[in-house]
């Protein structure tokens, strides 16, 4: 069965950009990890962006604010963007390197939700076209717990790392996934319809699915359910998805432990593998892992899945070295 949450390198080329697109299916929505360059998304895909969570802002993770942005201004929407410290005053130099005096022509409000990730708080300011894309005051939450995002079906959270600067570390966690059975909804005289959505989100909702769910019926007599019965009747409930995102960090041991621990578990790990072993101390001096040091962790995280990607240009002439020694790492751990 395909799931629902349904992740991608924006640049499959392990050599460009970092980004990773997050697609929700049977809603037009996405998230996406990191705002590298952007042009392999379509603008059909872009618009789709809902949140973004970017990891820091050096160029490469950030360069792409600029297409979002030209994406999508005009469009009656606010995006929420996550970062580590600094990603309000970046953000705010980003928008005001452009002229907006014709902001008064849009009718619709466009704008940037944009949260700076601490430890101890989350600061959250907003850029709107009703606003000249000024910053408003910041609004402090405390006690965050790492949780940046919280839905009923999926929640989103970070541990701040460092890259010689903070640099923010992900995860997404699926609560679980509800398949449809079609031939039990054929069976019943059920159609699929919109109704469906509206069930699962009911699932996500509900403490112990004892509240009552009504189902359209082509004939019109509509069929009462309790949310537990039409689940055993029409679903197969299984595991959640679990997908986290690490790049541009250092290796050392306080990193390791909060990687760790957000990628445990993981179905997929995208995780950097910049430097082959034998450089370690030039990756070590640039606040970057080793191919070796990417597959142990995805290893010792007892991942499913490693994905590799943003490798450094100086194994252009010989990237699967680097994918060679992730893998190698990543089987050998366990023998």
Same mark, same amino acid.
């Given at each position: 069965?395909?799931?629902?949450?349904?992740?991608?390198?924006?640049?499959?080329?392990?050599?460009?950009?970092?980004?990773?697109?997050?697609?929700? %299916?049977?809603?037009?929505? %996405?998230?996406?990890?990191?705002?590298?360059?952007?042009?392999?998304?379509?603008? @059909?895909?872009?618009?789709?962006?809902?949140?973004?969570?970017?990891?820091?802002?050096?160029?490469?993770?950030?360069?792409?604010?600029?297409?979002?942005?030209?994406?999508?201004?005009?469009?009656?929407?606010?995006?929420?963007?996550?970062?580590? /410290?600094?990603?309000?005053?970046?953000?705010?130099?980003k928008l005001q390197g452009y002229?907006?005096?014709?902001?008064?022509?849009?009718?619709?409000?466009?704008?940037?939700?944009?949260?700076?990730?601490? /430890?101890?708080?989350? #600061?959250?300011?907003?850029?709107?076209?009703?606003? /000249?894309?000024?910053?408003?005051?910041?609004?402090?939450?405390?006690?965050?717990?790492?949780?940046?995002?919280?839905?009923?079906?999926?929640?989103?959270?970070?541990?701040?790392?460092?890259?010689?600067?903070?640099?923010?570390?992900?995860?997404?966690?699926e609560r679980f996934h509800v398949?449809?059975?079609?031939?039990?909804?054929? +069976?019943?005289?059920?159609?699929?319809?919109?109704?469906?959505?509206?069930?699962?989100?009911?699932?996500?909702?509900?403490?112990?699915?004892?509240?009552?769910?009504?189902?359209?019926?082509?004939?019109?007599?509509? @069929?009462?359910?309790?949310?537990?019965?039409?689940?055993?009747?029409?679903?197969?409930?299984?595991?959640?998805?679990?997908?986290?995102?690490?790049?541009?960090?250092?290796?050392?041991? +306080?990193?390791?432990? @909060?990687?760790l621990a957000l990628a445990e578990?993981?179905?997929?790990?995208?995780?950097?593998?910049?430097?082959?072993?034998?450089?370690?101390?030039?990756?070590?001096?640039?606040?970057?892992?080793?191919?070796?040091?990417?597959? #142990?962790?995805?290893?010792?995280?007892?991942?499913?899945?490693?994905?590799?990607?943003?490798?450094?240009?100086?194994?252009?002439? /010989?990237?699967?070295?680097?994918?060679?020694?992730?893998?190698?790492?990543?089987?050998?751990?366990? #023998?």
């Amino acid at each position: 069965m395909r799931a629902a949450i349904r992740p991608r390198l924006v640049n499959p080329d392990p050599f460009d950009d970092p980004g990773l697109f997050i697609h929700f %299916a049977f809603v037009k929505r %996405a998230i996406l990890f990191d705002l590298g360059d952007l042009h392999a998304l379509s603008p @059909k895909d872009i618009l789709k962006i809902s949140h973004v969570f970017v990891s820091h802002t050096h160029v490469d993770h950030f360069v792409g604010f600029d297409q979002l942005l030209r994406i999508c201004l005009g469009r009656d929407k606010i995006i929420h963007m996550f970062g580590p /410290e600094g990603i309000i005053e970046n953000t705010a130099g980003k928008l005001q390197g452009y002229s907006w005096n014709l902001l008064e022509n849009y009718e619709s409000e466009f704008g940037f939700r944009v949260t700076e990730v601490y /430890e101890d708080r989350l #600061e959250t300011c907003n850029f709107t076209t009703l606003g /000249e894309f000024k910053p408003t005051q910041r609004v402090v939450e405390r006690d965050h717990g790492g949780v940046l995002l919280a839905e009923p079906d999926f929640t989103v959270k970070a541990k701040i790392l460092d890259h010689g600067m903070p640099c923010l570390g992900f995860a997404l966690n699926e609560r679980f996934h509800v398949n449809i059975l079609k031939a039990r909804l054929e +069976d019943l005289g059920m159609e699929v319809g919109p109704w469906l959505r509206e069930f699962k989100q009911s699932l996500y909702a509900s403490k112990d699915w004892s509240e009552p769910f009504t189902v359209p019926m082509p004939d019109g007599k509509d @069929k009462s359910f309790t949310l537990a019965k039409l689940a055993e009747a029409v679903t197969l409930i299984t595991p959640g998805q679990k997908i986290a995102y690490i790049t541009d960090v250092a290796g050392h041991a +306080d990193n390791q432990k @909060k990687i760790l621990a957000l990628a445990e578990n993981a179905d997929q790990l995208f995780i950097e593998a910049s430097f082959t072993n034998e450089d370690a101390e030039h990756a070590a001096a640039r606040n970057h892992l080793t191919a070796g040091q990417a597959g #142990e962790l995805a290893k010792t995280a007892k991942a499913r899945q490693m994905i590799n990607f943003h490798i450094s240009p100086r194994y252009q002439e /010989e990237p699967e070295l680097i994918l060679e020694q992730a893998q190698q790492a990543f089987e050998a751990q366990g #023998e």
